[in-house]
């Protein structure tokens, strides 16, 4: 592995964890797509905690994961609080700050081409450059790690286009942001599960 700047790293897990939580943490997005298989609406929903913002960085660390999180965001986390798990730990968190915006910028998802070593998703979503991948136990959906590299060569067969993105606070009953929605879309008419709230 590649010496790093810890120094460095730590601003960009700072700035990452800013990102999370205006972003990402506390909220609810629901990956509207459409099926190519059985060319029908479908939807995802994902859980974001602040729990799993550690695992999302890589990196490994005696603090546990809402610990570390709240030093991240508060400015108290230093350079021997964490250290570098492996080679992935470099590819995450040179696409962290990018990756902390994949409810704007995920275009596909689709089911994970369980093939990798110690890896096992149920669905990733992103571009050809960068996804993130999602994994669920028996209650819901949450994020797990991200993916350098195309989608389509992740997926089972050809991931699906994203169609619009929802957001929610996690107690919140209803979606009320549209965070992203694909060109040629009328929200108005897709039929899918979940409601989006109305002002």
Same mark, same amino acid.
């Given at each position: 592995m590649k010496s790093k700047n810890k120094k460095d790293d730590l601003n960009i897990i700072k700035q990452a964890a800013n990102l999370y939580e205006?972003?990402?943490?506390?909220?609810?997005?629901?990956?509207?797509?459409?099926?190519?298989?059985?060319?029908?609406?479908? !939807?995802?929903?994902?859980?974001?905690?602040?729990?799993?913002?550690?695992?999302l960085t890589g990196i490994t660390t005696p603090i546990s994961n809402r610990m570390f999180y709240k030093k991240a965001l508060t400015n108290t986390l230093k350079i021997e609080d964490?250290?570098?798990?492996?080679?992935?730990?470099?590819?995450?968190?040179?696409?962290?700050?990018? +990756?902390?915006?994949?409810?704007?910028?995920?275009?596909?998802? +689709? !089911?994970?081409?369980?093939?990798?070593?110690?890896?096992?998703?149920?669905?990733?979503?992103?571009?050809?450059?960068? !996804?993130? +991948?999602?994994?669920?136990?028996?209650?819901?959906?949450?994020?797990?790690?991200?993916?350098? +590299?195309?989608?389509?060569?992740?997926?089972?067969g050809k991931p699906n286009r994203i169609l619009c993105v929802l957001s929610k606070n996690i107690k919140d009953i209803k979606y009320e942001k549209v965070v992203y929605i694909a060109k040629n879309v009328d929200i108005e008419k897709l039929k899918f599960d979940g409601e989006i709230q109305e002002n």
């Open positions: 205006k972003n990402l943490n506390n909220k609810m997005l629901l990956f509207v797509y459409l099926n190519r298989r059985t060319n029908k609406i479908e !939807s995802y929903e994902v859980t974001f905690k602040d729990t799993y913002f550690k695992h964490f250290d570098y798990k492996d080679n992935n730990t470099n590819l995450k968190l040179d696409n962290i700050i990018r +990756g902390m915006e994949i409810n704007k910028y995920a275009r596909m998802i +689709g !089911s994970f081409e369980n093939n990798r070593k110690y890896l096992t998703l149920d669905k990733v979503a992103g571009t050809q450059y960068l !996804s993130i +991948g999602f994994d669920n136990d028996d209650n819901y959906n949450y994020p797990k790690t991200f993916l350098v +590299g195309d989608i389509r060569k992740l997926t089972i």
